[in-house]
């Protein structure tokens, strides 16, 4: 062991020595296979970044993977059931969007539809005939809804937003993460003036207009006065508002008479809650809903997520790939014109007792410290690209500020570069083995 920890030492120290020899040649190999590395390198930190901001969110839109996610149809009494159901039970929560608006009353809001404040203005299309289109969302996704301009009332300090109405702390399964003041509490009695929570594109909203505190939503029996309780990172690009359903419902009595309530109700379970879903089961069925429009599906959205993002890292890995090869046949060419200059000396060697494996790991460490070297500046350009992402980037995109150089690109560098140093050397390393000892008389 002690003899082959001498070797080892040797040939890196020998293989040193011919990298200094050699700066010339040990810089055009390096140039040639820095590009493959640098590629490895972006494709490996561009996948770990994208996978983070997707998989940020996937849960705050869609929930924690296992939750078991029910969509409960308008159909008689199902809705005022699934109500009464999830009423104090912390294992599940419905939730039903609708729109509202905020501000001056009879007056046009500064963001039609709820259209994000970054994008907001007149309307965002126009057509043939002067009318025109507005964009509306809620939880079933957006469409675009007709407007005529002459029937507009005109533009006043209002704000559009989407209201999402509560049965109980949502969190648990949609892990929304809290930026200012608190969340909505399920455990006081409900309050005449609603609480809300606004997310952060809708903050940015009110932080941008002076708006008064009178809230419009369609169906209600009068205008309600809310109160902002705190801000949250919800993952929607829309602005949004959150609302306990009971504070909500004590003005709106009758949700059918808001058109846009959406079709239903949608119910997020715990998977250990085997009881609730029976109940909620037993009861829709009761309630007129036919048993075979009941799913209760599980959340997958993580694992399909990440799927869908590691094909996608093997396809553009497959390409640096192929730009990494590039580098290995120079790598290789370089060896090759280095060993027939060295024929000489490796002979010499051989005679004076050096065994073939010597040789080779002497070629061998050579190209293995070139591929390292090149391995750890194409890691350090990819820091400073990434740093000067963040600073370039900074306010344009909350996923491209303060970002950290995964750790996992660091790795896959350092492997492309001892990898395609053991490619392009492996053939050189066997032609010095083989150097037969009559050479060095030739010499």
Not at 22 to 35: I, N, V
Not at 171 to 200: C, H, K, Q, Y
Not at 215 to 235: F, K, Q, S
Not at 311 to 338: D, P, Q
Request: glycine share 12%; proline share 5%; hydrophobic share 45%.
């Amino acid at each position: 062991m002690i003899r082959l920890s001498g070797r080892f030492r040797s040939a890196l120290i020998i293989g040193f020595q011919g990298i200094r020899a050699r700066k010339l040649r040990t810089f055009l190999s390096m140039l040639s296979l820095f590009l493959g590395v640098l590629a490895v390198v972006t494709v490996q930190a561009g996948a770990e970044i994208a996978k983070r901001a997707l998989l940020a969110d996937v849960e705050l839109q869609q929930g924690v993977d296992g939750t078991l996610r029910l969509y409960v149809p308008d159909q008689g009494a199902a809705v005022p059931v699934v109500l009464d159901t999830l009423r104090g039970r912390p294992d599940g929560v419905g939730s039903v969007s609708t729109q509202a608006i905020i501000g001056e009353p009879n007056v046009k809001p500064v963001n039609p539809g709820g259209a994000p404040f970054r994008d907001s203005g007149e309307l965002m299309y126009q057509g043939d005939d002067g009318g025109g289109y507005r964009q509306v969302c809620d939880q079933y996704g957006c469409q675009l809804v007709a407007v005529d301009p002459s029937a507009e009332a005109p533009k006043g300090q209002a704000i559009e937003l989407s209201l999402t109405a509560l049965t109980g702390d949502i969190r648990p399964f949609r892990p929304f993460r809290i930026v200012a003041g608190s969340w909505l509490d399920f455990t006081v009695t409900p309050s005449m003036s609603p609480a809300i929570v606004l997310n952060e594109q809708a903050a940015k909203g009110f932080a941008r207009y002076q708006v008064p505190a009178e809230m419009r939503v369609t169906g209600a029996t009068a205008n309600l006065t809310p109160r902002i309780i705190g801000v949250v990172e919800d993952g929607r690009y829309e602005p949004t508002a959150y609302v306990r359903s009971d504070e909500l419902l004590t003005w709106v009595p009758d949700p059918k008479a808001n058109s846009s309530f959406g079709s239903g109700l949608e119910v997020m379970i715990d998977p250990g809650a085997q009881d609730l879903m029976q109940i909620l089961r037993t009861r829709l069925v009761g309630a007129g809903v036919p048993a075979g429009q009941i799913h209760i599906e599980p959340v997958r959205s993580r694992e399909e997520q990440e799927s869908e993002l590691s094909l996608m890292r093997w396809v553009f890995l497959g390409m640096a790939s192929l730009v990494l090869l590039i580098g290995v046949a120079g790598v290789l060419n370089v060896g090759l014109a280095t060993v027939g200059e060295r024929i000489e000396e490796f002979a010499l060697r051989r005679a004076v007792g050096t065994s073939r494996m010597l040789l080779a790991g002497i070629v061998l460490a050579e190209t293995l410290l070139t591929g390292l070297i090149t391995a750890a500046a194409a890691v350090g350009v990819g820091m400073l690209g990434l740093r000067a992402m963040s600073v370039v980037f900074q306010g344009h995109d909350r996923y491209l500020e303060h970002l950290s150089f995964p750790w996992q690109a660091g790795v896959a560098g350092i492997a492309a570069g001892l990898v395609a140093g053991l490619l392009g050397g492996l053939i050189p390393a066997l032609r010095a083995a083989r150097i037969p000892i009559a050479t060095v008389m030739r010499a």
